[in-house]
């Protein structure tokens, strides 16, 4: 069943209330553990989230070492790294364990209707007994209309399109509308957020080349001669799209899959389910780490001259 996204328009904007949900506690649960890792860091007595966050940072500090000269020039982009990889993994891993949907209730009247029909019989023969019988027959008509209403917040609607096109359809196959808001998934499984993301760091990276490698920057969009000037703006543009809808798609046919096997299983399914939600995390931490790779890759190609 398709759920309804719950967004309000302001000023002709929308705002995906669920996302901005999933965004600020996907921030805060990394936010969260990057405090309890740090709080009574010990160098001859480490706590377990001390181990487990040190760890994180080699495993980062090797991603970027992979990529450029870590003491030269990629020790600066340890915090983006490990800020990366902790808030994708994290924002991964939200829509597995459960999600939450609100239904709008319906409110049914009915309207009932009568008719009267009378019927006189004929005159047979002009001989015959005039006999004349009345039958009155009355017929009841009930017709249901669910008085349903947008539900609003904050004084807006919320997705008031998808909400009539869910009544469209159910009206045409004469069924009972079914209203159903999801506001707990993994933000990751929405194209935008993760274009977003993608979007930033593609950004990020060419700032950080036009300021620290000046004369490489530039010059490396003609390599190796003006004639491959398209092709490498093609390549610019498709970074971002690439990023972006790996981590998207990704994502996004994990927490599908996860939906069709309750609906079709139900709780036959249960093992089946725990055994994708494993195979989820590891996706999750897959894509986290290839993310985090593909950012410090195209750092390196910016802020790095190649001897051409």
Known sequence: MDHLTPYITVAGIKFDLAMILMILVSSTITFLLARLAVRGASVTNPTKMQNFIEW??????????????????????????????????????????????????HETTTAVSQQGNVASAEETD??????????????????????????????????????????EEAEKKGETPHYAYLWWKSPTANASATMALALMVVVLTHFEGMRRNKKGYWSHYLYPNAAFLPLNLIKVVSKPLSLGLRLYGNIFAGEVMIGVIISMLGFIGIPALVIWQGFSLFVGAVQAFVFAMLTMVYMSQEIVSDDH
């Open 56 to 105: 994180v940072i080699e495993f980062v500090i090797n991603i970027i070492g992979t990529t450029m000269d870590y003491s030269k020039k990629g020790r600066i982009y340890l915090t983006l790294g490990l800020t990366l990889i902790i808030y994708i993994f994290v924002g991964n891993m939200l829509g597995l364990p459960f999600s939450i949907i609100t239904e709008v209730k």
């Open 126 to 167: 002009a001989h015959a007994t005039e006999e004349a019988d009345s039958h009155a027959t009355e017929e009841s008509t009930s017709h249901e209309h669910h008085a349903v209403e947008v539900p609003t917040i904050f004084g807006y609607e919320l997705d008031p399109e998808g909400f009539a096109k869910v009544t």
